[in-house]
């Protein structure tokens, strides 16, 4: 199958002031088009470098990411980004913000075009309303979600996020999931999730990777079985529970505090 | 704004000069001990045209040094902002040379482009208040998290446009705040520099004179005149940072 992101054998360090930090050893992660590979791993093992590396925001020391089968060598306008902050501009309108990427992206929409498509993003998170507001206005969630509306604003081919629901409550973070997977449906995307939280990676994901301690390695993949439309109920499954075992132990492994092999 | 926004701080004005004027009269003061503000009124009956006169020359020799300090300081903070090797290089020197009481600085000057009354003021003004905005440029542009910059960036976004479309107006608030301080020191370093300068100019030097022939009611009407003038500059820098940052004022 054709992968739209290829990370093969990454290896990168830090050059800190105490001598270089290897973060990433190793490194392969395929993510094929319309794919969403979520990406798990102790804390600190160099996830959101991993994210740095798909922007073009940093070249790695050794190895090969590309998208599309081209090397990347530096930012590219085809990716959208959402971090766990969600860094709206408190000076812009909500509207304003999500339209901030087509001012940097050379975009064939006009102005009227571009609001039309930022207020169709805004009500499919359920923002319909809030365009005219200033981020302070809102709760968490609705920054989060209107952090997500900015990165898909100019459909970029790759969307990166970085825990964009790991500051957020409980119900609140289940209630974006389900609007991710409505988003997936109106608005497809290849993209790459980085999640602390288990039940997230395999509610959202088609893939979960799982990484080792730093220096991060691929330490396990584990395929999600495509179950038609996904409902929180899924979660509580004799396979998902399954699942989440499996996940678990890995992540065990790879904090060292279990020993590589299959659960008891 | 609302009429309570004007009238509080104009009450509290009056108050202010209703308890001076009792103190004077409560202890018995003499003029060159403490003038009270009704021997005020005579002085700028009788030197108005003096106060407009050198008012106004204090005022655009100080707003011109403050004009330069802000693009000056701008320049200098941005360049420390974004430049870790800028930073470690610039503060030792900029915080020594700060450290240097002005009042040593201002008989030096005066006496380096003696004559030049314009040019000297403006230097000072401009000296003794470029710091404080330098600091905070460079400080808000420092502290900017490194999401905000990768949102733009990983869209192959130039460093100007991260500059002009989010570090600049993120540093805003900062800078106003910066603005009100230097606003205060520009005003003390046109003045010193006016008292000092032989044959000056502006209200400093209506003061000296003022010291000179010992009328010491006009000495107390230059102070408040001048008490006046900074109010004003004041409020013009609060109605620019409503308009550009009022964003950043959470108070409801
Ligand atoms: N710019 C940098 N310079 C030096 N070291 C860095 C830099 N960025 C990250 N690190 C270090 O590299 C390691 C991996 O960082 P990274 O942010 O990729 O981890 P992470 O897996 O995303 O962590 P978390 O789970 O806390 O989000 C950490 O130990 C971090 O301290
Ligand atoms: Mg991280």
Redesign the pocket.
């Known amino acids: 199958m054709d992968n739209l992101i290829d990370i093969r054998g990454v290896r990168h360090a830090?050059s800190?002031a105490s001598g270089p930090?290897p973060?990433l050893d190793g490194l392969d992660v395929q993510v094929p088009e319309g794919g969403f590979v979520a990406v798990v791993?102790p804390?600190?093992?160099?996830?959101?470098?991993?994210t740095r590396l798909v922007a073009g925001l940093l070249i790695p020391d050794a190895g090969e990411v590309s998208v599309h089968g081209k090397r990347i060598t530096g930012p590219r306008s085809n990716v959208g980004m959402a971090f766990q902050n969600p860094v709206l501009l408190e000076w812009r309108t909500i509207l304003d913000n999500v339209l901030l990427p087509l001012e940097i992206v050379p975009t064939k929409l006009t102005k009227a075009q571009a609001a039309e498509r930022a207020r169709k993003l805004l009500s499919l998170v359920g923002l319909d309303g809030f365009e005219g507001k200033r981020p302070s206005e809102l709760s968490g969630g609705m920054k989060q979600r209107a952090s997500l509306c900015r990165a898909l604003i100019h459909s970029p081919e790759v969307l990166i996020l970085d825990?964009p629901f790991g500051a957020l409550d409980a119900f609140t973070r289940e209630d974006l999931w389900q609007i991710m997977h409505r988003v997936k449906a109106e608005e497809p995307f290849t993209g790459v999730l980085?999640t602390?939280d288990l039940r997230e990676s395999i509610f959202l994901a088609d893939q979960v990777v799982v990484l080792s301690g730093?220096p991060a390695r691929t330490q396990f993949v584990l395929d999600i079985p495509d179950t038609g439309v996904r409902t929180l109920d899924h979660l509580y499954t004799p396979e998902a529970v399954a699942m989440l075992n499996t996940l678990r132990h890995q992540i065990e492994v790879a904090q060292g505090r279990a020993p590589a092999g299959q659960p008891a | 704004m609302k009429a309570r926004q004007v009238l509080v701080p104009l009450a509290a004005v009056a108050i202010f000069l209703v308890l001076w004027e009792a103190l004077v009269w409560v202890m018995g003061w003499p003029n060159y001990r403490m003038a009270s503000p009704s021997d005020l009124i005579p002085a700028y009956e009788k030197y108005w045209n003096l106060f407009l006169v050198m008012g106004w020359q204090t005022l655009w020799r100080t707003v011109a040094g403050l004009i330069l300090a802000v693009i000056f300081g701008t320049a200098l903070g941005m360049i420390m902002g974004f430049s870790r090797t800028m930073r470690d290089a610039l503060y030792p020197l900029l915080v020594g040379f700060n450290a240097i009481p002005k009042a040593t600085v201002v008989p030096i000057v005066a006496l380096m482009f003696v004559g030049w009354h314009d040019f000297n003021t403006v230097l000072i003004a401009f000296i003794i208040s470029f710091f404080p905005i330098a600091v905070s440029v460079s400080i808000g542009l420092s502290t900017l998290e490194p999401e905000y910059r990768d949102i733009l960036r990983s869209l192959g976004a130039s460093q100007s446009t991260i500059f002009w479309k989010i570090a600049l107006p993120k540093t805003l608030p900062e800078f106003f705040g910066a603005l009100k301080v230097a606003v205060t020191l520009a005003f003390i370093g046109t003045n010193l520099m006016e008292i000092v300068s032989p044959h000056g100019r502006g209200l400093g030097a209506l003061f000296d004179s003022g010291k000179t022939n010992s009328d010491y009611p006009l000495m107390f009407a230059v102070l408040i005149a001048l008490a006046f003038l900074g109010i004003v500059l004041y409020y013009v820098v609060v109605a620019l940072e409503k308009t550009f940052a009022g964003w950043a004022d959470r108070t409801v």
């Open positions: 830090y800190t930090l973060v791993g804390s600190g093992c160099g996830k959101s470098t991993l825990e980085i602390h730093r």
